[in-house]
């Protein structure tokens, strides 16, 4: 009877932080280069097998069950976002793997897709309200104008023609390995590789690789669980009161 309560309490436990997350997938459908993630979930095997045994120690093992629903883990998905047309100078958009680079005012240094950079009081090229983007060689890329052009490999030049600086992008060997703050934004205990083999698009931002559709699916469901979990608890408290109330008096 008891493990019902269990089973019950952890499924709602499980299925309200599944809703925090896809809350937070729908938050950001507009967030440029956000990157949608997935919450996955199990069940704990009991610890201690249930066995039957003799004075001789010769235990039989009458098997295992699982008691609770528990956090697995949350997964990133990096899939590339749909390259939107924006027209603004300063918006860059990563056509594959990799990501930009952002320092803030502590020296903390954490990567992102998100390219609609403008500048900052100092005329440095930054994500407002994070960080000033760094340059591949991981300086700070200071431009005073929005008057600029850029090739496909990241280098920035002058209306005339001068080479201002080569936007970084960074790739590391297993984006597994990166963290999600709570700012949308990657850390890594390494720092990325700058790499040369890549393709951006000056005016252009990739959007949130979010599709809408399943994550409202996904949220029916896992509210519908909740619901269902939710139920079953009163339920189950209605038994026990009755076999307190009731069958106790037996």
């Known amino acids: 009877m008891f493990k019902g309560f269990y089973n019950l309490t952890s499924g709602m436990l499980t299925q309200g932080r599944n809703l925090d997350v896809i809350s937070n997938n729908m938050t950001n459908v507009a967030t440029a280069g956000f990157k949608t993630d997935r919450y996955t979930f ?9 066995r039957a045994g003799n004075t001789d120690k010769r235990y039989t093992d ?9 956090p697995s883990k949350l997964y990133t998905d ?7 047309e924006t027209g603004q100078p300063l918006d860059f958009a990563i056509e594959g793997d990799g990501f930009f ?8 240094r954490v990567y992102t897709r998100n390219g609609n950079f403008s500048l900052d009081n100092d005329g440095y090229l930054w994500l407002s309200g994070y ?3 760094l340059d591949a060689q991981g300086n700070t890329i200071q431009l005073i104008t929005d008057r600029i052009t ?3 490999s990241g280098y920035i030049y002058t209306e005339n023609g001068g080479l201002l600086a080569q936007l970084g992008v960074f790739r590391f060997e297993d984006n597994g390995a990166l963290e999600k703050n709570n700012y949308g934004f990657f850390t890594s205990q390494n720092e990325g590789q700058a790499v040369t083999d890549i ?11 979010i599709d809408m559709v399943q994550q409202m699916t996904s949220m029916i469901t896992a ?22 109330e009731e069958v106790g008096r037996l």
Not at 42 to 50: H, I, R
Not at 101 to 108: I, S, T
């Open 223 to 244: 509210e519908r669980a909740y619901q269902s979990a939710a139920e079953l608890t009163k339920i189950y408290d209605d038994v026990m009161r009755k076999s307190t």
């Open 131 to 133: 960080g000033r983007v």
């Open 62 to 70: 009458l098997g295992e069950q699982s008691w609770i629903t528990a």
């Open 199 to 209: 393709r951006l698009h000056q005016k252009y931002v990739e959007r949130a690789n």
């Open 101 to 108: 680079a952002l320092e803030n005012a502590d020296g903390e």
């Open 78 to 84: 990096y899939e590339q976002g749909a390259i939107e």
């Open 42 to 50: 199990s069940t704990f095997q009991e610890v201690m097998w249930k």
């Open 150 to 152: 850029a090739d496909e």
